[in-house]
């Protein structure tokens, strides 16, 4: 049986849907995944398999097909954990509901899976929630953790969850997901520091990289004499 799910790849600050194609066919026990997937990507195989099992649900040795599509395209991340591992479920009819097709077109997945069920924090979510909606998808079903930063978009359903089985039980019917209300006055506030960059002349280079050094987590190391830098603090 087939099963597509959705999800986002990003290119920098921009992102393109991606199609997660799952087959499942008899014959001898077999796990593949085609379309450029990356290291983190081909390793999702025994995360998923391991979380389907620890979601108490019988992952049958069968041969599996996943493709991520467009194939031309490299996919790089774990979080295609989720999507690969609700296009099994769905194929394997673990996952079943009437309203399934509709909700596929307008639901993309995002997120790494734990080998408990556990669905983990995912980098760049704010990105792949713009795209979703310049998209025109409806809803985004993804790590409980990432909810606060996607909660700055409005007119996009989001919906947190903390395990694979969570997601399982909405597919099915038997889960309401709800996002909590949320306040952005913590992301909004301007805050007061004693010191900040107004206290030094020039060196606008010397402040870019300390910018970007900070926004990115990065390490950063200036060396230059005291008597120097008295020259440029007021």
């Known amino acids: 049986m087939l099963a597509i ?12 849907l991606v ?3 799952v087959d499942i066919s008899n014959g001898m026990p077999y796990f593949e995944i085609v379309g450029l997937p990356d290291a983190s990507v081909k390793e999702s195989k025994e995360r998923v398999k391991t979380a389907i099992r620890n979601s108490n649900i019988e992952f049958l040795s069968r041969r599996i097909v996943v493709n991520l599509s467009p194939a031309n395209t490299r996919k790089e991340g774990s979080m295609f954990d989720l999507p690969i591992a609700v296009g099994i479920l769905i194929a394997n009819k673990s996952i079943r509901n009437s309203n399934l097709k509709t909700l596929l077109e307008e639901t993309i997945f995002i ?8 669905i983990e924090e995912t980098k760049g979510i704010l990105p792949i929630c713009i795209e979703a909606k310049r998209l025109g998808i409806k809803r985004i079903i993804l790590p409980k953790q990432n909810e606060k930063e996607a909660s700055i978009l409005k007119e ?5 969850v ?5 997601v399982i039980l909405y597919l099915n019917g038997k889960k309401e997901i709800v996002q909590e209300e949320s306040s952005n006055s913590e992301l909004t ?5 004693e010191y900040d ?4 002349k020039g060196q606008e280079n010397v402040k870019r990289a300390l910018e970007i050094a900070a926004s990115g987590g990065h390490n950063c190391l200036l060396i230059r004499s005291a008597r120097f830098w008295k020259n440029y603090v007021s």
């Not at 997120?111 to 556990?118: A, K, P, Q, T």
């Not at 960059?197 to 030094?200: D, H, I, R």
């Open 19 to 21: 199609s997660i194609q």
């Open 162 to 166: 903390n395990t694979l089985k969570e």
């Open 156 to 160: 996009i359903e989001i919906l947190p």
């Open 5 to 16: 799910t959705k999800s986002i790849a990003l290119q920098g600050l921009y992102g393109y």
């Open 197 to 200: 960059f107004s206290e030094v």
């Open 189 to 193: 506030k301007n805050k007061q520091y």
């Open 111 to 118: 997120g790494e899976l734990s080998l408990n069920g556990d």
